[in-house]
């Protein structure tokens, strides 16, 4: 494979200096920094050691042993490691603070010195990137990312680092390669060629031209590259320099740059040639779409008569079917009858036992009792049967019943009774009751029932994993290897906590893999006597236990907690819950990645008998899923010094304390990061909302509270508000706006049964008072279309003619032009409003200057779900999450489909978009034809540090693809694999890789 040209400059010229100074054909070992993937230094240097140092490295390159992952100006290498240190193209991404500490590094790794190449700003340069920059964003839509930093961070001044190598008495080589104009050149040929394959080749040609043509003559300036070769050994200096004197002597000759110039005009047919080849291809391809679909509808035709045939045949037997039906029910209801007959001859033999089947009895009566619970609730008739023959089968083991019940067992039974008769009169006590039931003895009560109501179906093939002994040795190898190791402080607040369940959480932590830990434990005046023993028997120099003479609840006893720690770090850990063996080593292993000042997990409920179950598998930050619900929870890591900060938990906050804390301390911090792994069990007690969700009413208050004083914080006094939502713990945040027109965008090709619906839903149910609709006629030609169009006497509605091939972007962009609003509603012609602040949501949040996208709840007819977000990665490409699923709210293990949240993108079905935005980002892709753009624009919006939003307040009806074929051009998958590419590859930031790509309803991937 031919070496890029721009890659080519670089190594060659770091080769030739290199191998000018060895002596007796040595080799070195030699350290580049910034490497990437390519490892072209030992394409060059083939005979010497290499090692590659960047601050990221891949994870598939993390076991290699030839890199290094590190800071380039504070290295994990010991001086005078290297013989010599190579950085190209690295110097320039530098920020300008720490430029001397980089050349600093370089100096003090190796022996002999270091070779830097980089672009600096001299003559030209800039204005040239500039100009390249502006060519790679009118092709693609955005900024060429390292084009980009060059201009953000400034390009570094030759004179300044001359300046510091004066001053550092290091002797240097310096000379400039790559002529400004053929470096523009050449580098708006590799732009042109980007993402699309059939150029590749002779883009590579072209590569190889300069390479063998021009490279060796390409040193008369001005040039785009500034080389530095810095040593202390005079004598390499002296070698290097002769190679400088000979190769500034040729200039590039006129004719090399002639045909140079005849390459990139044929690149540039080539180009043309390629999009108008692929539109061919893609017009045949859907020709003969077409011709199978006709084949197919004959085909559909010439069974018609058979289908018919075979329908009336099945009609005959019906008769005979609907007999056979009722003599069945009526089996049923004789079998019924005898099986009443049966319970109530048990019932009277009930009161005859004999010592030896007291057991049994026991058994007897907690069957009697689930059966009147199943009575209670409803249960189907098939289920009471099964109830009275296992009663029946069990009792006819046993020999008859002589004795009288023996008092302890009547009395028992006549608890039992009485239960139940609440139970009749009030059936929403059913679960208090059944626990009332168990405390008693009636331990059997451990009913499918209870756990059908608790557990999910999407979760109940989830079977907790602990880590094993190799692995548990493996980790702790890592750990020795960490750079970074802070303490971590444990936080537990005690008030009369059962000691089973204290141990079992402190025990937790003892077990960590990771030692560097302390417990800090406040009693908060408990008055159980057993809390009070535990506490005062505990020995271990790593727990600091404080008792609080005054009761003063779970904020002031968590405060008083945290000023016991030493750790630089804070972890929350509730009295009753436990964290897995891995939790503080998952914690150190990210910071040592990345120092964040925030960190949380996922996590899953453990029952009283220490089952898991429940696992809640979270997104990355999310901040308006925050506003949303406290979706954060557990495993909540942070920074002491960032908990000082913002001035501790709240007192007012009670119950939404950790609530509170992390939207105050995300208004300071934007360093939050999300470890994707159940590393936290909540326990499930009677008094926790793990279990009981009502058990702490005054909580949900003081979330509500808590987020609307955040919401002024962050929007200002009368610029957002939170209310409560129809659901427990979630709230809806709202955002005041002045008036502005929204322009809704409709393309459309006559299909006026879809059209007509939706534009009058907009007319008739829409609150918003300013908005204009624009109709983008796309090529209609049907009478009744254009009729109705020439009947639009709405002042609000406008049609426009967009008379050229099919190309959603184009039409949208072509609506945008002729739109006089602030911010633009995309909407498709086969969607019908449902609630009537659809359009004041969608406004209010595209308006926010944080906001990219925002997208809504679409349904089919049927009232299923069409649209509740997109994820990329699902089902290969993208699709929409919780798809054909009922629009309820539940406990899936992601997140509710009817909570407002981040998303990488939402459908253009229904989107939003602020003027102000498009004016930021661009306008849609045009290079798409149907399908891609609109998951391409909000990506978009993610590089400029925008935040997608769906909000499934908006509610509209979509009659999805009725409007158009099914048929996706192939120039949409090319274009959909380049831009989706990298979230292909790492995932969805707002998914979670623990979740199935190949479900639409959110499941454990089960290894995938």
């Given at each position: 494979?031919?070496?890029?040209?721009?890659?080519?400059?670089?190594?060659?010229?770091?080769?030739?200096?290199?191998?000018?100074?060895?002596?007796?054909?040595?080799?070195?070992?030699i350290?580049?920094?910034?490497?990437?993937?390519?490892?072209?230094?030992?394409?060059?240097?083939?005979?010497?050691?290499?090692?590659?140092?960047d601050?990221?490295?891949?994870?598939?390159?993390?076991?290699?042993?030839?890199?290094?992952e590190?800071?380039?100006?504070?290295?994990?290498?010991?001086?005078?490691?290297f013989?010599?240190v190579?950085?190209?193209?690295?110097?320039?991404?530098?920020?300008?603070?720490?430029?001397?500490?980089?050349?600093?590094?370089?100096?003090?790794?190796?022996?002999?010195?270091?070779?830097?190449?980089?672009?600096?700003?001299?003559?030209?340069?800039?204005?040239?990137?500039?100009?390249?920059?502006?060519?790679?964003?009118?092709?693609?839509?955005?900024?060429?990312?390292?084009?980009?930093?060059?201009?953000?961070?400034?390009?570094p001044?030759?004179?300044?680092?001359?300046?510091?190598?004066?001053?550092?008495?290091?002797?240097?080589?310096?000379?400039?390669?790559g002529?400004?104009?053929?470096?523009?050149?050449?580098?708006?040929?590799?732009?042109?060629?980007?993402?699309?394959?059939?150029?590749?080749?002779?883009?590579?040609?072209?590569?190889?031209?300069?390479?063998?043509?021009?490279?060796?003559?390409?040193?008369?300036?001005?040039?785009?590259?500034?080389?530095?070769?810095?040593?202390?050994?005079?004598?390499?200096?002296?070698?290097?320099?002769?190679?400088?004197?000979?190769?500034?002597?040729?200039?590039?000759?006129?004719?090399?740059?002639?045909?140079?110039?005849?390459?990139?005009?044929?690149?540039?047919?080539?180009?043309?040639?390629?999009?108008?080849?692929?539109?061919?291809?893609?017009?045949n391809?859907?020709?003969?779409?077409?011709?199978?679909?006709?084949?197919?509808?004959?085909?559909?035709?010439?069974?018609?008569?058979?289908?018919?045939?075979?329908?009336?045949?099945?009609?005959?037997?019906?008769?005979?079917?609907?007999?056979?039906?009722?003599?069945?029910?009526?089996?049923?209801?004789?079998?019924i009858?005898?099986?009443?007959?049966?319970?109530?001859?048990?019932?009277?033999?009930?009161?005859?036992?004999?010592?030896?089947?007291?057991?049994?009895?026991?058994?007897?009566?907690?069957?009697?009792?689930?059966?009147?619970?199943?009575?209670?609730e409803?249960?189907?008739?098939?289920?009471?049967?099964?109830?009275?023959?296992?009663?029946?089968?069990?009792?006819?083991?046993?020999?008859?019943i002589?004795?009288?019940?023996?008092?302890?067992?009547?009395?028992?039974?006549?608890?039992?009774?009485?239960?139940?008769?609440?139970?009749?009169?009030?059936?929403?006590?059913?679960?208090?009751?059944?626990?009332?039931?168990?405390?008693?003895?009636?331990?059997?009560?451990?009913?499918?029932?209870?756990?059908?109501?608790?557990?999910?179906?999407?979760?109940?093939?989830?079977?907790?994993?602990?880590?094993?002994?190799e692995?548990?040795?493996?980790l702790?190898?890592?750990?020795?290897?960490?750079?970074?190791?802070?303490?971590?402080?444990?936080?537990?607040?005690?008030?009369?906590?059962?000691?089973?369940?204290?141990?079992?959480?402190?025990?937790?932590?003892?077990?960590?893999?990771?030692s560097?830990?302390?417990?800090?434990?406040?009693?908060?005046?408990?008055?159980?006597?057993?809390?009070?023993?535990?506490?005062?028997?505990?020995?271990?120099?790593?727990?600091?236990?404080?008792?609080?003479?005054?009761?003063?609840?779970?904020?002031?006893?968590?405060?008083?907690?945290?000023?016991?720690?030493?750790?630089?770090?804070?972890?929350?850990?509730?009295?009753?819950?436990?964290?897995?063996?891995?939790?503080?080593?998952?914690?150190?292993?990210?910071?040592?990645?990345?120092?964040?000042?925030?960190?949380?997990?996922?996590?899953?409920?453990?029952?009283?008998?220490?089952?898991?179950?429940?696992?809640?598998?979270?997104?990355?930050?999310?901040?308006?899923?925050?506003?949303?619900?406290?979706?954060?929870?557990?495993?909540?890591?942070?920074?002491?010094?960032?908990?000082?900060?913002?001035?501790?938990?709240?007192?007012?906050?009670?119950?939404?304390?950790?609530?509170?804390?992390?939207?105050?301390?995300?208004?300071?911090?934007?360093?939050?990061?999300?470890?994707?792994?159940?590393?936290y069990?909540?326990?499930?007690?009677?008094?926790?909302?793990?279990?009981?969700p009502?058990?702490?009413?005054?909580?949900?208050?003081?979330?509500?509270?808590?987020?609307?004083?955040?919401?002024?914080?962050?929007?200002?006094?009368?610029n957002?508000y939170?209310?409560?939502?129809e659901?427990?713990?979630?709230?809806?945040?709202?955002?005041?706006?002045?008036?502005?027109?929204?322009?809704?965008?409709?393309?459309?090709?006559?299909?006026?049964e879809?059209?007509?619906?939706?534009?009058?839903?907009?007319?008739?149910?829409?609150?918003?008072?300013?908005?204009?609709?624009?109709?983008?006629?796309?090529?209609?030609?049907?009478?009744?279309?254009?009729?109705?169009?020439?009947?639009?006497?709405?002042?609000?509605?406008?049609?426009?003619?967009?008379?050229?091939?099919?190309?959603?972007?184009?039409?949208?962009?072509?609506?945008?032009?002729?739109?006089?609003?602030?911010?633009?509603?995309?909407?498709?012609?086969?969607?019908?409003v449902?609630?009537?602040?659809?359009?004041?949501?969608?406004?209010?949040?595209?308006?926010?200057d944080?906001?990219?996208t925002?997208?809504?709840?679409?349904?089919?007819?049927?009232?299923?779900?069409?649209?509740?977000?997109v994820?990329?990665?699902?089902?290969?490409?993208?699709?929409?999450?919780?798809?054909?699923?009922?629009?309820?709210?539940?406990?899936?293990?992601?997140?509710?489909?009817m909570?407002?949240?981040?998303?990488?993108?939402?459908?253009?079905?229904?989107?939003?978009?602020?003027?102000?935005?498009?004016?930021k980002i661009?306008?849609?892709?045009?290079?798409f034809?149907?399908?891609?753009?609109?998951?391409?624009?909000?990506?978009?919006?993610?590089?400029?540090?925008?935040?997608?939003?769906?909000?499934?307040?908006?509610?509209?009806?979509?009659?999805?693809?009725?409007?158009?074929s099914?048929?996706?051009?192939?120039?949409?998958?090319?274009?959909?694999?380049?831009?989706?590419?990298?979230?292909?590859?790492?995932?969805?930031?707002?998914?979670?890789?623990?979740?199935?790509?190949n479900?639409?309803?959110?499941?454990?991937?089960?290894?995938?």
């Amino acid at each position: 494979m031919v070496v890029p040209f721009d890659q080519y400059q670089r190594y060659k010229n770091a080769a030739d200096l290199i191998n000018l100074i060895r002596e007796d054909n040595k080799a070195f070992s030699i350290l580049e920094v910034g490497a990437n993937e390519h490892k072209n230094l030992e394409k060059f240097l083939v005979t010497d050691k290499i090692t590659y140092l960047d601050i990221i490295v891949p994870e598939e390159l993390k076991s290699d042993p030839s890199y290094i992952e590190g800071d380039a100006t504070n290295m994990p290498i010991e001086t005078d490691t290297f013989d010599l240190v190579i950085a190209l193209d690295v110097f320039e991404h530098i920020s300008p603070l720490l430029r001397q500490n980089f050349i600093s590094e370089l100096m003090r790794v190796s022996k002999h010195g270091f070779i830097l190449a980089a672009p600096f700003n001299t003559t030209g340069v800039e204005n040239a990137e500039i100009r390249a920059n502006k060519y790679f964003e009118t092709m693609y839509g955005f900024n060429y990312q390292w084009l980009e930093e060059h201009r953000q961070n400034g390009l570094p001044e030759a004179g300044q680092l001359i300046d510091f190598l004066n001053e550092k008495q290091w002797p240097y080589l310096h000379f400039t390669h790559g002529r400004v104009d053929i470096w523009e050149k050449m580098i708006k040929i590799h732009f042109l060629a980007t993402g699309r394959s059939s150029l590749y080749s002779y883009r590579e040609s072209i590569d190889d031209y300069y390479n063998t043509n021009i490279y060796q003559n390409d040193f008369n300036g001005p040039c785009y590259r500034n080389f530095f070769f810095v040593s202390e050994n005079l004598n390499m200096i002296k070698k290097t320099m002769k190679m400088i004197d000979t190769k500034n002597e040729n200039p590039v000759s006129v004719n090399v740059l002639e045909n140079l110039d005849n390459l990139e005009k044929d690149l540039i047919n080539l180009s043309v040639y390629d999009l108008t080849h692929k539109e061919l291809i893609s017009k045949n391809f859907e020709l003969k779409q077409k011709d199978e679909l006709i084949e197919k509808v004959l085909y559909d035709v010439k069974q018609k008569d058979e289908l018919i045939e075979k329908f009336t045949n099945e009609m005959q037997n019906k008769e005979e079917l609907l007999r056979r039906k009722n003599a069945i029910n009526e089996e049923l209801n004789d079998l019924i009858t005898m099986k009443e007959q049966d319970y109530k001859r048990l019932e009277s033999e009930k009161q005859l036992v004999s010592t030896e089947n007291l057991s049994l009895l026991e058994q007897v009566e907690i069957l009697h009792t689930e059966v009147n619970l199943l009575k209670e609730e409803n249960s189907h008739k098939d289920n009471y049967v099964q109830q009275l023959e296992l009663i029946s089968q069990q009792l006819r083991i046993k020999n008859r019943i002589k004795k009288i019940v023996p008092k302890k067992l009547r009395s028992k039974i006549k608890f039992g009774q009485t239960v139940f008769k609440k139970l009749k009169d009030n059936p929403s006590l059913a679960k208090k009751g059944i626990n009332e039931l168990r405390r008693n003895g009636f331990n059997s009560l451990n009913s499918k029932m209870h756990s059908a109501v608790t557990v999910s179906e999407l979760t109940s093939d989830y079977a907790y994993q602990d880590i094993n002994l190799e692995e548990i040795e493996e980790l702790k190898i890592e750990i020795e290897k960490f750079t970074y190791r802070p303490l971590i402080s444990i936080i537990i607040p005690v008030y009369n906590v059962e000691p089973k369940w204290l141990e079992i959480a402190i025990n937790s932590v003892k077990e960590q893999l990771y030692s560097f830990w302390e417990i800090c434990i406040v009693d908060d005046s408990s008055d159980n006597i057993n809390t009070i023993k535990y506490l005062e028997g505990i020995d271990d120099p790593r727990i600091k236990i404080k008792t609080l003479k005054i009761n003063s609840g779970i904020s002031s006893a968590s405060n008083e907690a945290v000023s016991l720690a030493e750790g630089e770090y804070i972890a929350l850990l509730d009295n009753d819950d436990e964290i897995t063996r891995d939790a503080l080593y998952q914690v150190v292993k990210s910071l040592n990645k990345e120092k964040s000042d925030i960190l949380y997990s996922d996590e899953d409920k453990v029952d009283e008998y220490g089952k898991k179950k429940c696992p809640l598998h979270k997104p990355d930050w999310s901040p308006d899923l925050l506003r949303s619900q406290m979706y954060i929870g557990h495993f909540l890591v942070f920074k002491r010094e960032l908990f000082h900060e913002v001035g501790g938990f709240r007192t007012e906050f009670n119950g939404s304390q950790d609530y509170d804390l992390v939207l105050r301390m995300s208004e300071r911090s934007s360093k939050i990061h999300h470890i994707p792994k159940v590393l936290y069990s909540w326990r499930e007690l009677e008094t926790s909302t793990a279990l009981n969700p009502y058990s702490k009413p005054y909580a949900h208050t003081a979330g509500l509270a808590a987020l609307n004083e955040h919401l002024v914080r962050v929007f200002g006094e009368g610029n957002a508000y939170a209310t409560e939502d129809e659901h427990l713990f979630v709230y809806d945040s709202r955002y005041k706006i002045k008036t502005i027109k929204a322009s809704i965008i409709i393309p459309t090709k006559d299909k006026i049964e879809l059209l007509e619906p939706c534009v009058s839903s907009i007319i008739q149910k829409t609150k918003y008072p300013d908005y204009e609709i624009i109709i983008v006629n796309n090529n209609s030609v049907e009478q009744e279309t254009l009729d109705w169009f020439k009947q639009q006497n709405d002042k609000n509605v406008k049609i426009i003619d967009a008379n050229y091939d099919f190309n959603w972007s184009k039409l949208n962009n072509h609506g945008i032009k002729e739109a006089s609003g602030e911010v633009f509603i995309f909407l498709n012609n086969d969607t019908v409003v449902i609630k009537e602040d659809w359009l004041q949501r969608l406004v209010e949040k595209a308006q926010r200057d944080d906001v990219g996208t925002v997208g809504g709840l679409l349904l089919y007819e049927d009232k299923t779900i069409q649209h509740a977000g997109v994820v990329i990665g699902l089902g290969g490409w993208a699709d929409h999450i919780f798809k054909s699923m009922a629009p309820n709210h539940f406990g899936s293990p992601f997140i509710s489909p009817m909570v407002t949240r981040n998303v990488i993108a939402s459908t253009g079905a229904c989107l939003a978009i602020s003027k102000k935005t498009l004016d930021k980002i661009g306008l849609f892709n045009e290079d798409f034809i149907i399908c891609g753009s609109d998951v391409e624009i909000s990506l978009r919006a993610l590089q400029h540090n925008l935040v997608n939003i769906y909000d499934p307040h908006v509610r509209l009806y979509h009659l999805e693809s009725k409007s158009r074929s099914s048929y996706i051009p192939p120039i949409d998958f090319e274009l959909s694999a380049l831009f989706y590419g990298p979230y292909l590859k790492s995932g969805d930031p707002y998914f979670n890789k623990n979740l199935s790509l190949n479900s639409l309803v959110p499941k454990l991937s089960q290894g995938e």
